[in-house]
């Protein structure tokens, strides 16, 4: 068989299933959550995209989260999270700290969700939601985006971006995406606010999180080309 017939099979189907058939997929198949929420850029606050997190929890206090566009299985890979407790959150360097979001706000408001199947009754999410909304109230993370798909929907350009999340009302997302959001996933973001109400406790974040509150300065990254070693 020549060369470019053996190359011509890779994107086939047959081929696909065979490498299904054959090779391990642990990691991908230990993913068992399923997180919807917004992400905000770090150093530009106007732009905002819809980040659905596929997740891992090494350990009680450290969780793993794979970043989607969607949940579609054509969907783009954009970044990672890595979600931590309260508890490491406090051990980590200052100047480590600047890096990592609260999710305070996210959960309080509605905003972050357990994206359950279509056929899951609205109050049987929000049951299965609230041993993990208790649990995230209290959690803190570190997303990087290396597919800055709202201006580079084709290809992931450029360098990786910081992104964090919203502490208050007002900061966004806008609420088109929201409503868009709400719509394709069946929830309703206004009423889950009003249901976690009824079972969050009140949580005051930890210091050293979201510190562009305090210095008005967000993380960009730049690229810097070294003497290799």
Not at 150 to 177: C, F, H, K, R, W
């Amino acid at each position: 068989m020549e060369p470019d017939t053996k190359q011509s099979a890779y994107h086939s189907t047959p081929y696909r299933a065979a490498g299904t058939a054959m090779m391990s997929f642990k990691p991908i198949n230990s993913v068992h959550q399923h997180l919807c929420a917004f992400h905000v850029y770090s150093h530009d606050r106007s732009r905002h995209v819809e980040a659905h997190h596929f997740c891992k929890h090494l350990s009680p206090d450290f969780h793993q989260c794979i970043i989607y566009d969607s949940d579609k299985s054509d969907a783009r890979l954009i970044g990672i999270e890595y979600i931590v407790s309260e508890k490491i959150f406090n051990s980590l360097p200052q100047d480590e700290k600047k890096f990592w979001h609260s999710h305070k706000y996210e959960i309080e408001s509605g905003l972050l969700q357990l994206a359950t199947k279509a056929l899951v009754p609205g109050a049987a999410a929000d049951a299965a939601e609230q041993p993990a909304m208790l649990e995230l109230q209290k959690t803190y993370g570190k997303t990087i985006h290396t597919w800055a798909i709202d201006i580079s929907p084709e290809l992931p350009l450029g360098p990786p971006n910081l992104m964090v999340s919203y502490t208050a009302d007002g900061q966004g997302p806008p609420e088109d995406m929201i409503r868009k959001r709400d719509a394709e996933w069946g929830q309703d973001t206004a009423a889950k606010r009003e249901v976690r109400k009824g079972y969050l406790p009140s949580y005051e974040k930890a210091d050293g999180a979201d510190e562009w509150e305090k210095t008005g300065r967000g993380v960009k990254f730049s690229v810097e080309e070294v003497t290799l070693r």
